[in-house]
């Protein structure tokens, strides 16, 4: 890790680092749409989200490389608390749906392979890295057809739409409020947005995401502080949902599956560390195109709010798309530490 930038300017990084993962993955969907109005947001949400991306991505910055295959893994832990704090992996809320050794088939492809990996991390550590450093590690970590999508201006613009679509009609399918429904990923964006501003302007983009990256001691703090947070969250909230131990061995498993395919991958893309590299390319996300995504995701989420008859198939349509391409994401992970390279030398050969 490269020497680190003033506490003072770190924490700030760390506090909108928090607030892109509340807002990607509470606001959009649907689950809490004033997170950051409410002390709930403060007490419980925002800790649970910031702790979880801030060991992750040291755990994917300082032992490894930041590419898809580390940081997907990396996400599917994040995700891994919808089971002892939440219990929804074991009795998702109003869903009747089968289940395979105590573990729900609708809330694990929905919550670990989609949501939680890539809205709740892989977007805002892009986000956060792409927008407030100096550094591209996640941007040069894509694979090809990503980054083509990126650099293509008018394709960028184009699935920038097309997002904003997506997640203004997940919002307006949660909320059902037409008002609340345009104000909530409205006012959040705008909150979310103003501290973007702040930090361009008294900042710039003149530290990389390593050097705002907590620090060892830091790391040992936050990671304490989490596990902590677990054990509070976990006997306070829905406690009468633990199953027992039967069904729990399920998700130890899933847990060391994960645990050692992001082990696995940290190792190959330290050896990859030079082999891929986006030369002569520099790629920054434009500010003034964030403020336009959040004009069209409220306003296609107050329209999908009226249309409450169908709007159902919305979060459907949503939900079985975003978990193909957490399979997708999956495969990708795990033909990573299948395809390693044999050696330093080779790797740089390739």
Known sequence: MKSPAPLRTRVLFWFILGLLSVFFAEVLSGSS?????????????????????????????????????????????????????????????????????????????????????????????????????????????????MATILLDRKRATRYLVIFSILGGLAVGAQVKNILFSFLSPFLSGLFVYLFILLWRITVGTKYTMRELLPQKKGFIILLISLLILYVVLGAG????????????????????LIILMLALNLKVSRIKMNAVK??????????????????????????????????????????????????????YSVTYFITRPKSNSRAMGA
């Open 33 to 145: 749409p004033f997170a950051f109005f409410v002390p709930e947001g403060y007490l419980i949400i925002f800790p649970l989200y910031t702790l979880h991306i801030l060991v992750l991505s040291y755990i994917v910055f300082r032992w490894g490389r930041a590419v898809i295959e580390t940081l997907f893994p990396a996400g599917m832990l994040l995700g891994m608390y919808e089971a002892y704090i939440t219990k929804v992996l074991w009795y998702p809320p109003n869903v009747n749906f089968p289940k395979i050794g105590g573990v729900s088939l609708f809330s694990f492809p929905v919550l670990v392979l989609f949501w939680h990996p890539i809205m709740s991390f892989i977007i805002p550590v892009f986000l956060g890295e792409n927008l407030l450093t100096s550094s591209q590690e996640s941007f040069e970590g894509l694979h090809p057809w």
């Open 237 to 256: 909230m829905r406690p009468q949902y633990l199953p027992g131990l039967q069904f729990q061995v399920t998700i130890w498993l899933i847990y060391a």
């Open 278 to 331: 986006k030369e002569n390319i520099r790629f920054k996300v434009s500010v003034r195109w964030l403020l336009f995504g959040i004009v069209i995701l409220s306003c296609i989420a107050s329209l999908s709010a009226s249309i409450r008859q169908i709007n159902w198939l919305f979060l459907v349509s949503i939900f079985i798309a975003g978990s193909a391409l957490g399979i997708i994401l999956l495969s």
